[in-house]
Nanobody, 121 residues
Framework: QVQLVESGGGLVQAGGSLRLSCAAS????????MGWFRQAPGKEREFVAA????????NYADSVKGRFAISRGNSKNTVYLQMNSLKPEDTAVYYC??????????????WGQGTQVTVSS
């Protein structure tokens, strides 16, 4: 069982930056590919970015390419999402997930509780 805890969300003005963190509980989590999803009110959960277990491969949604960057910490148990040039449409609850590098939520085995990101115009 892997527990995921997100942090780093908050309120930021358009054009600003935030860095989200996801800490995984188990040592074995370092062998999981990890991803970030987001869900805005009234919308379906949307893929944002993912990274392979060793950090060698990344995958991004077109809507965030060039603005967001996913990375893993040295211990591989922590995953970060650096978000730059934020837009009001980036407002959502952001979820960390473990188990895949694809954009399909069903392929991720573990999910965090989410952290709110609000971008004001």
């Amino acid at each position: 069982q892997v527990q995921l805890v997100e942090s780093g969300g908050g309120l930021v003005q358009a054009g600003g930056s935030l860095r989200l963190s996801c800490a995984a509980s188990a040592r074995t989590s370092s062998y999981y590919s990890m991803g970030w999803f987001r869900q805005a009110p009234g919308k379906e959960r949307e893929f944002v970015a993912a990274i392979s277990w060793n950090g060698g491969s990344t995958n991004y949604a077109d809507s965030v390419k060039g603005r967001f960057a996913i990375s893993r910490g040295n211990s591989k148990n922590t995953v970060y999402l650096q978000m730059n040039s934020l837009k009001p449409e980036d407002t959502a609850v952001y979820y960390c997930a473990a188990g895949s590098t694809t954009g399909r939520p069903s392929l991720y085995a573990y999910w965090g509780q989410g952290t709110q990101v609000t971008v004001s115009s």
